[in-house]
DNA sequence: GACACCTGCTAACTTTCCTTGGCATGTGCA
DNA sequence: TGCACATGCCAAGGAAAGTTAGCAGGTGTC
Protein backbone atom coordinates (compact mmCIF):
# COMPACT_ATOMS: atom_id res chain seq x y z
CA UNK A 1 0.00 0.00 0.00
CA UNK A 2 2.62 2.19 -1.19
CA UNK A 3 -0.53 5.06 -2.12
CA UNK A 4 -4.09 6.02 -0.86
CA UNK A 5 -5.70 3.07 -1.22
CA UNK A 6 -8.38 2.97 1.11
CA UNK A 7 -7.08 0.62 3.81
CA UNK A 8 -8.84 -2.51 5.06
CA UNK A 9 -9.59 -2.02 8.95
CA UNK A 10 -7.22 -4.47 9.90
CA UNK A 11 -4.82 -3.48 7.75
CA UNK A 12 -5.24 0.34 9.09
CA UNK A 13 -5.23 -1.16 12.82
CA UNK A 14 -2.14 -2.84 12.07
CA UNK A 15 -0.19 0.38 10.39
CA UNK A 16 -1.18 1.99 13.02
CA UNK A 17 -0.23 -0.02 15.87
CA UNK A 18 2.84 -0.11 13.99
CA UNK A 19 3.54 3.80 13.84
CA UNK A 20 2.54 4.22 16.96
CA UNK A 21 5.93 3.61 18.97
CA UNK A 22 9.08 6.38 19.50
CA UNK A 23 11.26 3.87 18.02
CA UNK A 24 9.90 2.73 15.26
CA UNK A 25 9.19 6.59 14.13
CA UNK A 26 12.89 7.11 14.38
CA UNK A 27 13.65 4.20 12.25
CA UNK A 28 11.07 5.52 9.76
CA UNK A 29 12.72 8.83 9.72
CA UNK A 30 16.16 7.90 9.28
CA UNK A 31 15.60 5.54 6.39
CA UNK A 32 13.53 8.05 4.80
CA UNK A 33 16.97 10.25 4.92
CA UNK A 34 18.76 6.73 3.48
CA UNK A 35 18.76 3.05 3.73
CA UNK A 36 20.93 1.79 6.42
CA UNK A 37 21.91 -2.08 7.61
CA UNK A 38 20.95 -3.24 11.01
CA UNK A 39 24.24 -3.23 13.25
CA UNK A 40 24.74 0.53 11.31
CA UNK A 41 21.47 1.82 12.20
CA UNK A 42 21.13 0.26 15.93
CA UNK A 43 24.49 2.28 16.46
CA UNK A 44 23.12 5.75 14.48
CA UNK A 45 19.62 5.15 16.94
CA UNK A 46 21.69 4.26 19.79
CA UNK A 47 19.67 1.00 20.48
CA UNK A 48 20.26 -2.62 20.92
CA UNK A 49 20.41 -4.98 17.80
CA UNK A 50 17.74 -6.64 18.98
CA UNK A 51 15.87 -4.43 19.57
CA UNK A 52 16.01 -2.69 16.62
CA UNK A 53 15.46 -5.65 15.00
CA UNK A 54 11.84 -6.34 16.40
CA UNK A 55 10.78 -3.15 15.68
CA UNK A 56 11.86 -3.73 12.07
CA UNK A 57 10.50 -6.73 11.54
CA UNK A 58 7.22 -4.95 12.84
CA UNK A 59 7.82 -2.19 9.89
CA UNK A 60 8.36 -4.72 7.63
CA UNK A 61 4.75 -6.85 8.28
CA UNK A 62 3.38 -3.70 8.03
CA UNK A 63 4.83 -3.12 4.57
CA UNK A 64 6.63 0.26 5.63
CA UNK A 65 9.87 -0.78 5.30
CA UNK A 66 11.44 -3.66 3.12
CA UNK A 67 14.82 -5.58 3.48
CA UNK A 68 17.52 -6.47 0.87
CA UNK A 69 20.22 -8.70 1.45
CA UNK A 70 23.73 -7.78 0.16
CA UNK A 71 27.20 -8.16 0.34
CA UNK A 72 29.39 -5.60 1.36
CA UNK A 73 32.76 -4.91 -0.61
CA UNK A 74 34.61 -7.19 2.13
CA UNK A 75 32.38 -10.30 1.68
CA UNK A 76 29.87 -9.58 4.92
CA UNK A 77 26.01 -9.78 4.23
CA UNK A 78 24.00 -6.55 5.15
CA UNK A 79 20.75 -6.77 5.49
CA UNK A 80 19.89 -3.26 4.26
CA UNK A 81 16.64 -1.43 4.85
CA UNK A 82 14.26 0.81 3.03
CA UNK A 83 11.11 2.80 3.45
CA UNK A 84 8.45 2.48 1.37
CA UNK A 85 6.86 5.75 -0.13
CA UNK A 86 3.13 5.22 1.59
CA UNK A 87 0.90 7.85 1.64
CA UNK A 88 -1.71 7.36 4.32
CA UNK A 89 -4.48 10.55 5.00
CA UNK A 90 -6.67 10.05 8.03
CA UNK A 91 -10.02 11.62 8.69
CA UNK A 92 -13.04 10.52 10.25
CA UNK A 93 -14.60 9.87 6.41
CA UNK A 94 -11.56 7.73 6.19
CA UNK A 95 -11.71 5.70 9.69
CA UNK A 96 -15.71 5.18 8.85
CA UNK A 97 -15.18 3.31 5.85
CA UNK A 98 -12.58 1.12 7.12
CA UNK A 99 -14.16 -0.05 10.10
CA UNK A 100 -17.00 -1.07 7.69
CA UNK A 101 -14.15 -3.77 6.33
CA UNK A 102 -12.90 -4.44 10.36
CA UNK A 103 -12.57 -8.11 11.55
CA UNK A 104 -14.33 -9.21 14.95
CA UNK A 105 -11.54 -10.79 16.69
CA UNK A 106 -13.42 -13.83 17.74
CA UNK A 107 -16.69 -14.77 15.73
CA UNK A 108 -15.95 -15.11 11.97
CA UNK A 109 -13.62 -13.65 9.48
CA UNK A 110 -15.97 -12.99 6.77
CA UNK A 111 -14.75 -9.52 4.41
CA UNK A 112 -18.64 -8.48 4.23
CA UNK A 113 -19.51 -8.98 7.99
CA UNK A 114 -21.16 -5.93 9.17
CA UNK A 115 -23.50 -5.36 12.47
CA UNK B 1 -5.11 19.70 15.45
CA UNK B 2 -8.22 19.48 13.28
CA UNK B 3 -5.80 21.02 9.94
CA UNK B 4 -2.80 19.31 8.13
CA UNK B 5 -0.81 21.71 10.94
CA UNK B 6 2.68 19.54 11.57
CA UNK B 7 2.04 17.53 14.37
CA UNK B 8 4.87 17.05 17.55
CA UNK B 9 6.20 13.89 18.14
CA UNK B 10 5.00 12.95 20.79
CA UNK B 11 1.41 14.35 19.67
CA UNK B 12 1.46 12.04 16.88
CA UNK B 13 2.88 8.90 18.55
CA UNK B 14 -0.52 9.88 20.99
CA UNK B 15 -3.16 10.20 18.30
CA UNK B 16 -1.50 6.90 16.26
CA UNK B 17 -1.82 5.13 19.66
CA UNK B 18 -4.99 5.78 20.56
CA UNK B 19 -6.47 5.12 16.76
CA UNK B 20 -4.56 1.55 17.03
CA UNK B 21 -7.43 0.13 18.15
CA UNK B 22 -10.34 -1.70 17.26
CA UNK B 23 -12.90 -0.37 19.47
CA UNK B 24 -11.71 3.26 19.04
CA UNK B 25 -12.18 3.12 15.23
CA UNK B 26 -15.79 1.93 15.66
CA UNK B 27 -16.40 5.19 17.90
CA UNK B 28 -14.67 7.13 15.89
CA UNK B 29 -16.65 5.68 12.64
CA UNK B 30 -20.09 6.22 14.77
CA UNK B 31 -19.91 9.91 15.53
CA UNK B 32 -19.08 10.71 12.14
CA UNK B 33 -22.18 9.82 11.08
CA UNK B 34 -23.78 11.39 14.08
CA UNK B 35 -22.64 12.24 17.43
CA UNK B 36 -24.18 10.25 20.50
CA UNK B 37 -24.39 9.73 24.09
CA UNK B 38 -22.16 7.24 26.17
CA UNK B 39 -25.14 4.78 26.82
CA UNK B 40 -26.79 4.83 23.41
CA UNK B 41 -23.29 4.23 21.69
CA UNK B 42 -22.30 1.39 23.87
CA UNK B 43 -25.76 -0.46 22.83
CA UNK B 44 -24.93 0.42 19.19
CA UNK B 45 -21.25 -0.90 19.30
CA UNK B 46 -21.97 -3.76 21.67
CA UNK B 47 -19.69 -3.22 24.01
CA UNK B 48 -20.13 -2.46 28.10
CA UNK B 49 -20.08 1.51 29.33
CA UNK B 50 -17.74 0.85 31.31
CA UNK B 51 -15.32 -0.10 28.42
CA UNK B 52 -16.66 2.29 26.16
CA UNK B 53 -16.13 5.32 28.83
CA UNK B 54 -12.25 4.13 28.60
CA UNK B 55 -12.36 4.39 24.59
CA UNK B 56 -14.04 7.71 25.06
CA UNK B 57 -11.77 9.39 27.16
CA UNK B 58 -8.41 8.21 25.46
CA UNK B 59 -9.95 9.59 21.89
CA UNK B 60 -10.72 12.76 23.79
CA UNK B 61 -7.39 12.84 25.47
CA UNK B 62 -5.82 12.99 21.79
CA UNK B 63 -8.48 15.49 20.85
CA UNK B 64 -10.71 13.43 18.18
CA UNK B 65 -13.69 13.43 19.98
CA UNK B 66 -14.93 16.31 22.21
CA UNK B 67 -18.09 15.62 24.73
CA UNK B 68 -20.95 18.03 25.87
CA UNK B 69 -23.46 17.47 28.62
CA UNK B 70 -27.10 18.24 27.71
CA UNK B 71 -30.37 17.91 29.51
CA UNK B 72 -32.70 16.40 27.52
CA UNK B 73 -36.28 16.77 27.51
CA UNK B 74 -36.66 14.77 30.54
CA UNK B 75 -34.35 16.68 32.39
CA UNK B 76 -31.88 13.74 32.26
CA UNK B 77 -28.17 14.24 31.96
CA UNK B 78 -26.59 12.94 28.80
CA UNK B 79 -23.23 13.10 28.08
CA UNK B 80 -23.13 13.67 24.36
CA UNK B 81 -19.45 12.87 21.85
CA UNK B 82 -19.31 13.84 18.87
CA UNK B 83 -15.60 13.64 16.30
CA UNK B 84 -13.42 16.47 15.40
CA UNK B 85 -13.16 17.11 12.39
CA UNK B 86 -9.63 16.40 11.85
CA UNK B 87 -7.13 15.54 9.12
CA UNK B 88 -4.05 14.04 9.11
CA UNK B 89 -1.20 12.89 6.60
CA UNK B 90 1.30 10.02 7.22
CA UNK B 91 4.27 9.99 4.33
CA UNK B 92 7.67 8.95 6.06
CA UNK B 93 8.55 12.82 5.48
CA UNK B 94 5.63 13.98 7.90
CA UNK B 95 7.10 11.64 10.26
CA UNK B 96 10.79 12.52 9.59
CA UNK B 97 9.88 16.16 10.36
CA UNK B 98 7.86 14.96 13.45
CA UNK B 99 10.51 12.73 14.90
CA UNK B 100 12.94 16.14 15.41
CA UNK B 101 10.56 17.08 18.17
CA UNK B 102 10.30 13.56 19.68
CA UNK B 103 10.86 13.72 23.41
CA UNK B 104 13.40 11.49 25.26
CA UNK B 105 11.61 9.31 27.45
CA UNK B 106 13.81 9.59 30.01
CA UNK B 107 16.51 12.11 30.43
CA UNK B 108 15.64 15.63 29.74
CA UNK B 109 12.74 17.49 27.68
CA UNK B 110 14.50 19.88 25.32
CA UNK B 111 12.97 20.31 21.88
CA UNK B 112 16.17 20.73 19.90
CA UNK B 113 17.49 17.15 21.81
CA UNK B 114 19.73 14.94 19.46
CA UNK B 115 22.06 12.06 19.53
C1' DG C 1 -41.04 2.63 46.85
C1' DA C 2 -39.49 0.17 42.84
C1' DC C 3 -37.97 0.52 38.37
C1' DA C 4 -35.63 2.26 34.21
C1' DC C 5 -32.82 5.34 32.33
C1' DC C 6 -28.69 8.50 32.57
C1' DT C 7 -23.75 9.50 34.58
C1' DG C 8 -19.28 8.39 36.67
C1' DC C 9 -15.57 5.77 39.34
C1' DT C 10 -12.23 2.01 41.10
C1' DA C 11 -9.98 -2.54 41.83
C1' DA C 12 -8.37 -6.54 39.75
C1' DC C 13 -7.40 -9.72 36.19
C1' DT C 14 -5.62 -10.91 31.64
C1' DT C 15 -3.19 -10.07 27.70
C1' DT C 16 -0.04 -7.83 24.98
C1' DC C 17 3.98 -5.09 24.18
C1' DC C 18 8.72 -3.59 25.19
C1' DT C 19 13.36 -4.52 26.44
C1' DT C 20 17.46 -6.89 27.80
C1' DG C 21 20.90 -10.47 27.79
C1' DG C 22 22.83 -14.35 26.03
C1' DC C 23 23.85 -17.63 22.41
C1' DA C 24 24.59 -19.15 17.68
C1' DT C 25 25.92 -18.33 12.80
C1' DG C 26 28.94 -16.27 9.22
C1' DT C 27 32.78 -13.28 7.05
C1' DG C 28 37.67 -10.98 6.63
C1' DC C 29 42.08 -9.57 8.62
C1' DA C 30 46.37 -9.46 11.72
C1' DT D 1 43.88 -18.49 16.47
C1' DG D 2 41.79 -14.41 18.04
C1' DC D 3 39.43 -10.20 17.14
C1' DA D 4 36.00 -7.25 14.93
C1' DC D 5 32.39 -6.90 12.12
C1' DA D 6 27.96 -8.65 10.16
C1' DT D 7 23.47 -11.67 10.72
C1' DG D 8 19.87 -14.05 13.36
C1' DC D 9 17.14 -16.25 17.37
C1' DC D 10 15.03 -17.29 22.04
C1' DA D 11 13.89 -16.84 27.03
C1' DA D 12 12.45 -13.96 30.72
C1' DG D 13 11.27 -10.00 33.39
C1' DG D 14 8.93 -5.55 33.60
C1' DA D 15 5.67 -2.19 31.96
C1' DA D 16 1.53 -0.88 29.77
C1' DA D 17 -2.92 -1.65 27.71
C1' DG D 18 -7.49 -3.89 27.46
C1' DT D 19 -11.48 -5.74 29.84
C1' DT D 20 -14.73 -7.00 33.39
C1' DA D 21 -17.45 -6.54 37.53
C1' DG D 22 -19.19 -3.89 40.99
C1' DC D 23 -19.99 0.36 43.34
C1' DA D 24 -21.69 5.14 43.68
C1' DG D 25 -24.64 9.13 42.24
C1' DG D 26 -28.59 11.48 39.57
C1' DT D 27 -33.35 12.01 37.14
C1' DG D 28 -38.44 10.80 35.87
C1' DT D 29 -42.43 7.54 35.72
C1' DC D 30 -45.70 3.69 37.33
New binding site residues.
Given amino acids: MSAASPPTGDDLVRVL?TL??P??LRVVAALARERA????LA?QLG?????L???L??LAAAGLVT?RLELSE??????YYEVEPFVLTLTPAVIAAAVETLTV?DSGEQPGAQE
Avoid at 47 to 51: E, H, P, Y
Fill in positions: AANHRYVSGRISRALQVHRKADGKAMNP
